[in-house]
């Protein structure tokens, strides 16, 4: 299957909001509601940040939502901080126990 | 607390098989899907596939069919990825991730695999 469609770079001032987009088919993101998103740091693994599409795990700050319309899940960042700064990945269920990831935005703090 | 170690780097000549270890700790390894992401330099991660400690039952992603091998050994809580045919774009950090229900709560810390000749 294809890698979902992102924006390859984003980038705001402190403080201001932000939204990733993650665009995928009526197969995958469009299908199901099991949108997940991860923040990468450089050299690091991946963090999960939000999962079913707007759920939040324990301990990721509330000033990361997520939501979904259609095809196309998003990924919002509140009163973007020097910390955000990183690459930032969305992942969704494709069906017969697959999953796909998209191809990455890379968040830059102004 | 949930731990995830895993092999150190490799270097393979291409054509040669490589196999990652992914030791897990802290919680009930049989309860939770093991999957495997990789990541080439630069580049987007990638979703290889899964395998239920459990039943030793497994899920590859379409690309790596024929290619990949996933296994695990429940006595000493240790998922393996198993890549064959090695070529240079096989370059990459492999990573192994707790499957929560489709998404993934905890990485291991990546092994970089080097494919050259």
């Known amino acids: 299957q294809s890698a979902l469609t992102q924006p390859a770079s984003v980038s705001e001032s402190p403080g201001q909001s932000i939204t990733i987009s993650c665009t995928g088919t009526?197969?995958?993101?469009?299908?199901?509601?099991?949108v997940s998103w991860y923040q990468q740091h450089p050299g690091k693994a991946p963090k999960l940040m939000i999962y079913d599409v707007r759920k939040r795990p324990s301990g990721v700050s509330n000033r990361f939502s997520g939501s979904k319309s259609g095809n196309t899940a998003s990924l919002t960042i509140s009163g973007v901080q020097a910390e955000d700064e990183a690459d930032y990945y969305c992942?969704?269920?494709?069906?017969?126990?697959?999953?796909?990831f998209g191809g990455g935005t890379k968040l830059t703090v102004l | 607390q949930v731990q995830l170690v895993q092999s150190g780097a490799e270097v393979k000549k291409p054509g040669a098989s490589v196999k990652v270890s992914c030791k897990a700790s802290g919680y009930t390894f049989s309860g939770y899907y093991m999957n495997w992401v990789r990541q080439a330099p630069g580049q987007g991660l990638e979703w290889m596939g899964w395998?239920?400690?459990?039943?030793?039952?497994?899920q590859y992603a379409q690309k790596f069919q024929g290619r990949v091998t996933m296994t695990r050994d429940m006595s000493i809580t240790t998922a393996y990825m198993e890549l064959s045919s090695l070529r240079s774009d096989d370059t990459a950090v492999y990573y192994c991730?707790?499957?929560?229900?489709?998404?993934?709560?905890?990485w291991g810390q990546g092994t970089l695999v080097t494919v050259s000749s």
């Open positions: 991730a707790r499957d929560m229900g489709n998404y993934f709560d905890f």
């Open positions: 009526s197969s995958d993101v469009g299908s199901y509601n099991l």
């Open positions: 992942c969704s269920y494709a069906g017969s126990g697959t999953l796909v």
């Open positions: 395998i239920n400690p459990n039943s030793g039952g497994t």
